[in-house]
């Protein structure tokens, strides 16, 4: 999703049997050159502070925290989950070549 220069992405997911094989990496990689073509600045998420895959994944690419919506996702039983609001500024060196 659009917002002026930044691009808050929604959803990224990979299916269960397909994860470890680099796609969400790939997909990941795509998105960003994509974005940065396309004039983007910055480019925004939400992810659960308990998707220790994703937070590795977006780490890899340069996303920092910068901050935390409390009860954000539905979470067991009738508790919340937080959701860590991560950026990254636009272009990320080495994520402009597709491999």
């Known amino acids: 999703m659009w917002v002026i220069e930044e691009v808050h992405l929604l959803n990224l997911s990979v299916a269960a049997s397909r994860q470890g094989q680099g796609l969400g990496a790939a ?3 795509w998105l960003l050159l ?5 004039g983007a600045q910055s480019m925004l998420l939400e992810v659960r502070p308990s998707n220790r895959v994703a937070l590795h ?3 890899r690419f340069g996303f920092e925290h910068v901050g935390t919506r409390k ?6 039983g ?8 991560l950026r990254v500024r636009l272009p ?3 994520a402009l070549v597709l491999a």
């Open 27 to 29: 997909v990941m990689r």
């Open 34 to 38: 994509d974005c940065t073509t396309r």
């Open 57 to 59: 994944l977006y780490a």
């Open 71 to 76: 009860a954000y996702y539905p979470a067991a």
């Open 78 to 85: 009738q508790t919340r989950e937080d959701a860590l609001v």
């Open 92 to 94: 990320v060196p080495g």
